[in-house]
């Protein structure tokens, strides 16, 4: 770090020489394993780069359509090249999904019936899908149960993995079970995510006892961090956020569907209607900023690795457990610090608000947002309302106080908000 830097960061952040220790200790400490991460990230650009070269992407992809939306060519093809980078028969890249959940709702909703059952084998789904499922304490009118469409849960075992015998068990004990959920990345669960290894081996058993089943993955967090992704090792449908990874931080919005064609096809009739599916759907100029997104989306994901890996280091540094530990190996964005005190939680957040390009001026406060259980205390600001490929932190107001912390378009400003994040939490000792 330049003097100046640090002379920049005093005069207008009021960081302390123990914060900046421990941020030089941390950046040492983190070198080696970044050049991995670089190399992920070239292996992605490529693969990305292919994709488009492949479905032939020109600027008449870009053109503004209305109204129906029929025919929209550059719609049609990013389906076509999110297909060939998850190497799937059939995408589905939408605006129209106002959100990650939305398009993990249709992914499951259009593919099970009243009767049918869903079996959720990475324990109890992100917060927001409990209410899609009918799990919340909460009822949502309209939520799946009330259709006559249950969830059994296998929790994982005590250290956070898959329980094969249990969920071989479950599933041969019970036909009506017909849609198998699995998710990646951790949410608001205190475990580590799932490596695209540890899914191909809960499919691998899954498949042994059942090939009937659709086994369904939510991706949301996970694009781009391994040079695979689940849908090459047997995941027949698979949902995430544009919001997220594969956004790149340029995409305003939407979510994204890849897999089998039969089940693309059923969730693009839950999201439209049936006889219409992925046909209709105009996209109103938007496609433009979702390739340029996705072509970014290699690049902006590993940024963001790096600086929820710098953060752990930073957080062990200062003595506190982390999720995942920083020598890890990564299949998402999320960093979980656990501070075990509520202030201290909050403090956090702020330093990450405070740090931001949007809205650094915002006081951090608990409130209740609909979906979640329970208060959650949120920092962002971003360009993109709630964007978390951009440097965010979040976590419920709740024993034992663990932010969570995701995003960072680049690594230099990743790094600064977690500086200021550290010196605000090290003001509470
Ligand atoms: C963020 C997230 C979702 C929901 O995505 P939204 O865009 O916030 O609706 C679902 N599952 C997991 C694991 C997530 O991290």
């Not at 190497?87 to 019936?113: D, M, Q, W």
């Not at 930073?314 to 075990?340: C, L």
């Not at 403090?347 to 740090?355: K, L, P, V």
Request: charged share 25%.
């Amino acid at each position: 770090m330049l003097k100046k830097t640090e002379e920049f960061l005093i005069d207008n952040y009021n960081i302390s020489e123990r914060t900046f220790e421990i941020y030089r200790q941390a950046l040492k400490d983190t070198a080696e394993q970044f050049e991995d991460y670089d190399e992920i990230r070239e292996y992605n650009q490529l693969k990305v780069l292919k994709a488009f070269q492949t479905e032939k992407i020109s600027d008449a992809h870009f053109t503004n359509t209305t109204g129906y939306g029929l025919d929209d060519i550059g719609r049609d093809s990013l389906d076509k090249v999110y297909a060939n980078i998850f190497k799937t028969e059939a995408g589905l890249v939408r605006p129209h999904f106002v959100s990650g959940t939305h398009a993990i709702g249709c992914a499951i909703a259009g593919n099970v019936r009243p009767g049918d059952k869903i079996l959720c084998v990475s324990g109890l789904p992100y917060d927001t899908l409990l209410g899609v499922l009918g799990l919340s304490k909460k009822k949502n009118s309209g939520s799946l149960d009330e259709f006559g469409i249950k969830t059994d849960i296998v929790d994982l075992d005590s250290n956070g993995k898959f329980q094969f015998e249990k969920i071989k068990e479950a599933i041969k004990a019970d036909s009506s079970i017909k849609l198998i959920h699995i998710q990646r990345s951790t949410g608001y669960a205190a475990r580590k995510s799932f490596l695209v290894s540890e899914i191909a081996e809960v499919i691998r058993h899954i498949k042994e006892v059942r090939n009937d089943v659709s086994i369904f993955v939510d991706n949301c967090y996970g694009e781009f961090i391994e040079i695979v992704e689940p849908t090459e090792f047997g995941a027949d449908i698979m949902a995430g956020s544009l919001m997220k990874n594969i956004g790149g931080g340029i995409a305003p919005g939407g979510g994204y569907i890849v897999g089998k064609k039969n089940l693309v096809d059923a969730a693009a009739n839950r999201l439209t209607v049936p006889g219409v599916g992925g046909e209709y759907g105009a996209t109103y100029g938007l496609m433009r900023s979702f390739y340029q997104g996705l072509f970014s989306a290699p690049h902006v994901s590993i940024e963001a690795v790096k600086t929820a890996i710098f953060c752990a280091r930073v957080m062990e540094i200062a003595g506190f457990k982390v999720f995942p530990p920083s020598s890890d190996k990564r299949t998402d964005i999320i960093q979980a610090i656990e501070f075990g005190n509520s202030k201290k939680l909050v403090n956090f957040c702020s330093g990450i608000q405070a740090g931001s390009p949007i809205d650094a001026f915002a006081v951090c406060e608990p409130w209740a947002m609909p979906g979640y259980d329970s208060e959650i205390v949120m920092a962002a600001g971003a360009f993109i309302s709630g964007s978390t490929i951009e440097l965010s932190a979040d976590g419920p107001v709740r024993e034992p106080y663990i932010a969570y912390i995701q995003g960072g378009l680049n690594f230099d400003h990743g790094k600064i908000g977690v500086l200021i994040g550290l010196s605000k939490v090290l003001e509470v000792e």
